[in-house]
């Protein structure tokens, strides 16, 4: 358990309060220690980056989450969780980082984001991949679109970094220009309410692939009169995949993810609800020739990776 606690935000509600309290307990076990290396007076936004084995895109992605033009007029945090094996990044990413959070070594992704979120102090929250790299203008952005109370959640674009033909195959990354009603399909990108996400219980602990579409299905259910939307302003530069290995790994990560969300979250609305989405997930804008082209080499071989016993991949 920690022993340094960074002090709450000024005017932290009551509820709020409380259910921080509750979120700390539960994931207590799973912090080992927590380093405030500078303390940011009530922060209006925390930047969150989960990080596991992580390589020097970690030390890139952070420079760009405090290279924000917003940083001489909104006080904002970044909370790195470190997740295990990147013990060698720490010399580097300690000046980029307010909090450390050092969590059980390969704890699950969700229950990193859980524990990260109870240990927070925004009023807002944002998920950022460890090899993502965000636009200075992402936390002004943020703030912004939070000026409509009506909104709870946001997603934004995602471009690509290095890679854009293995990105053909995310055509939820662009959704084209305009702002509009939508899911966290990218969970690495996507910022909510602080106060949202523990009333509504955050991401599963146990999910891997489609927890951005439960929560906005129980924000949905518990609070109906909020939106959750696309951003096309809140920009970040991505690859889904930045190699074959990578390609290989994931593929056969997410065979039958919709079977195992359904193991894990049985609720036949949820999964209807699950079903409507996938099915209407399609890019908005379109794609060029060579974009085209590239697509359908991509998934000629992910269908032949599927296919192929694991040791032909070289997977476990």
Request: hydrophobic share 40%.
């Amino acid at each position: 358990m920690p022993d340094h606690l960074p002090k709450d935000r000024a005017g932290l509600p009551e509820g709020e309060r409380a259910l921080q309290e509750a979120w700390r307990a539960k994931y207590a076990p799973e912090v080992k220690e927590l380093i405030v290396r500078r303390e940011v007076p009530s922060p209006k936004l925390t930047l969150i980056i989960i990080s596991y084995k992580a390589k020097d895109y970690l030390i890139e992605c952070l420079q760009h989450a405090r290279g924000q033009t917003a940083a001489l007029d909104v006080p904002f945090e970044i909370l790195l969780a470190d997740s295990g094996g990147i013990e060698h990044l720490r010399p580097r990413s300690a000046p980029l980082v307010d909090v450390e959070l050092r969590l059980t070594d390969g704890i699950p992704l969700n229950a990193a984001r859980n524990a990260a979120i109870a240990w927070a102090r925004g009023e807002y929250v944002a998920f950022i991949d460890d090899d993502g790299l965000i636009a200075p203008t992402f936390v002004e952005v943020v703030c912004r679109v939070f000026q409509d109370p009506r909104i709870a959640a946001m997603r934004g674009r995602i471009i690509p970094k290095e890679h854009p033909y293995f990105c053909t195959l995310a055509g939820h990354y662009d959704r084209g220009d305009d702002m509009i009603d939508d899911v966290l399909a990218t969970e690495g990108h996507m910022a909510i309410r602080r106060g949202i996400y523990l009333e509504t219980g955050g991401f599963p602990d146990q999910f891997y692939g489609a927890e951005g579409v439960y929560l906005v299905y129980r924000i949905a259910r518990a609070l109906p009169d909020m939106r959750v939307v696309y951003v096309p302003e809140l920009l970040m530069r991505h690859d889904y995949f930045d190699s074959w290995e990578n390609f290989i790994r994931k593929t056969r990560k997410y065979r039958g993810i919709r079977r195992e969300v359904g193991a894990l979250e049985p609720d036949p609305e949820f999964l209807r609800y699950l079903d409507a989405y996938l099915a209407r997930r399609k890019p908005q804008r379109p794609r060029t020739a060579e974009q085209t082209v590239a697509l359908g080499l991509l998934k000629a071989v992910r269908w032949g990776i599927l296919r192929l016993p694991a040791w032909a991949v070289g997977q476990p």
